[in-house]
């Protein structure tokens, strides 16, 4: 007689695993957005209270001659009202700029409570027609020269060549410099002919050809020839091939005049 032996299953029972809870997450991440939420009140709670807060000082830096402060004051008040840091500070730059007689200017803030400003004042080396003010790059920066005192060379020329006119004019005075003369004024006509007023009084006419050649000349040949007999002299025109002739003031002996038949 068989036995049978009926297996028993070893069925293990096992709990489903439950999922994880998710409220720490959620928490964690409301927690999260709270504090950012905090945090972007609080900085503008507190950018808010800098926007209030007034500028205390203004600290100017700078040789300045004709610039004066209060000037600087009144352009940069409607920018300060803003606050420390409500101020547009490129827009407080530029104001400044624009004033005449600012080459370039730079301004920042100084903890607590400084707006520092650092100047730089154009200097004229030139007049442009004997009005306007001029700088080494040949920019015009005053339209109209009735309150500047000092004493400069003039120069004039076709609109547009202000650049030119001062590069010229610094050619022309070193050149002269070496027979110990100084320009005065140097122009340029439309159809770029050139003349050269001296400090001495003297009107040197050099055209439109050869004018450095000429110059030379002068400077060589002519001027040590005319030099005792300055007061008399009006111009002395270059134009010529080889040599010279002088222009004499009224009531003033020509024996010096030296000048050749053709001229260029």
Avoid: C
């Avoid at 030139?126 to 009735?146: R, S, Y």
């Amino acid at each position: 007689m068989k036995w049978f032996h009926r297996k028993k299953s070893n069925r293990r029972v096992t709990q489903q695993a439950q999922p994880p809870s998710r409220w720490p997450r959620l928490i964690a991440v409301v927690l999260a957005v709270l504090v950012v939420a905090a945090g972007g009140t609080a900085l503008s709670l507190y950018l808010r209270s800098l926007e209030l807060e007034r500028f205390l000082a203004l600290e100017i830096s700078g040789e300045l001659d004709r610039v004066s402060a209060q000037e600087i004051h009144d352009v940069l008040k409607p920018y300060v009202d803003a606050g420390f840091a409500g101020i547009d500070m490129r827009s407080a730059q530029h104001a400044l700029e624009d004033l005449p007689w600012v080459a370039d200017a730079s301004v920042r803030r100084q903890w607590p409570g400084t707006l520092a400003v650092e100047l730089r004042e154009e200097q004229p080396v030139a007049t442009w027609f004997g009005t306007a003010l001029m700088n080494a790059d040949g920019k015009i920066f005053v339209d109209g020269a009735a309150g500047y005192s000092g004493v400069l060379p003039d120069v004039g020329g076709p609109a547009g060549t202000q650049d030119d006119m001062i590069a010229r004019l610094n050619e022309v005075q070193d050149a002269a410099s070496i027979g110990g003369l100084e320009l005065s004024r140097l122009m340029r006509s439309e159809r770029r002919a050139e003349r050269v007023w001296l400090k001495n009084g003297i009107e040197v006419r050099l055209g439109r050809r050869d004018i450095d050649a000429r110059l030379q000349r002068f400077i060589a040949v002519a001027w040590p020839a005319l030099r005792t007999r300055v007061e008399e002299i009006g111009y002395v025109d270059m134009r010529y091939t080889n040599g010279f002739a002088v222009g004499w003031k009224a009531g003033h002996a020509s024996s010096a005049s030296a000048s050749l038949p053709e001229r260029g």
